[in-house]
């Protein structure tokens, strides 16, 4: 069964009665537009006082049509231009979603285990799979490293100890952890990156978004059973395509993230919609003062309503009510490991005394380093 997480219902229900979307106040935009649409009202009290004490100061209202019919087509590219950045996040993480997905479980059915070390790197290269989406969800939330609940268990030992020797704050392209939603690059201050006085000079120190280094784990997990002949040369290139389609879903997420809206355009909206309010009082009825009020509010707020809305829509990656649920799309590709752990897989490893005999440490190759992925216990855990 399919359930909008999002939005499990379009309705609140409170004191036994059902309510509709036009009483609620979680998820709209009132907080964020009632400032300036308080300030906006204030004024038109005071412009409206003003007009009825001198008419001559009063404007013609077909002025403002002209002007209003102008505004509206900016409001409507900026709403516009903000929703195609939230429906493309969301085609995104459905794409990640079922690649990730189809990783796990081409992985479970394509690859054969010969020895206990085969198994342990199997099921270490499914975990990865699923830690790589999460990964990408933290990533594009601005949160580094590996200090969050929902990575236990699913990296390895020796990944966790590679990846606190080095110092890694890199943050291209991601929105603060306080959840904003600002479009703007952010990148911390222990990440700069900086040029190193080098023979050749163009190279760079800094640190791997925790993605990439994820996929570089799964990229030798992949030479790894090639090397040893432990897959179909036709999965194996069907894997390294699935690979590269979720760098290049990750790469997408960046150019949303990374891409505000024009600063011109942003500036001169604003211009354009806090000058039609300011001036709008003065061709409203000033016989009238409570419907010049009324007016103003309610214009005021249809307005500011409307473009606070394409804020808070324009990166949908955050914290916010009206952002997509990452942690829900992270949570069904949990549910496929968990799947195909519990289960048997074709070509698993068959235990025997031979087999125990045989096996190698699975913490060491020849040379005394740790193979691609591996971990210290075979574990059966996700998380």
Sequence with gaps: MIIDNANPSNVVSAFGLVWPDALRIRGSVIRIAFPPVFLMTGYGVGIAFLIKSHPEYAISLTVMSLISLVLSLLL??????????????????????????????????????NSIEDSVLKRQAMKNVAAFTISVKHYLRGEDGLDYADYDGLMSPEFRLQYASRSNAYNYGAIPASGSNSPEMVVSHGSHLHIQQTAEGWERSGDTPLPSQILYELQKYCEYIQDNHLIHVQF??????????????????????????????????????????????????????AKTIVIQFVVSFMMIGIDSISR???????????????DNYCESVLIELS????????????ISDDTMSNSVDISKTGDGAAPPGALATAGTGTT
């Design 236 to 289: 194996y290139a069907s894997l390294l395509t699935s690979m590269n389609t979720l760098a290049t879903l990750v790469g997408s997420c960046e150019r949303i993230v990374s891409t505000p809206i024009p600063l011109a355009y942003r500036i001169h909206l604003h211009h354009a919609l806090y000058l039609y309010l300011l001036v709008l009082p003065w061709a409203l009825d000033f016989k009238s003062v």
């Design 339 to 350: 799947y195909a752990l519990r289960h048997r897989a074709p070509k698993a490893l068959v």
């Design 76 to 113: 409507v590219f900026r709403t516009n231009s903000a929703y195609d950045r939230y429906w493309e996040g969301r085609k995104i993480w459905q794409d990640l979603k079922v690649n990730s997905r189809n990783l796990i479980r081409s992985f479970w059915v394509s690859v054969a285990e």
């Design 312 to 326: 808070e829509i324009q990166n949908p990656f955050g914290y916010d009510a009206n952002d997509l649920p990452l």
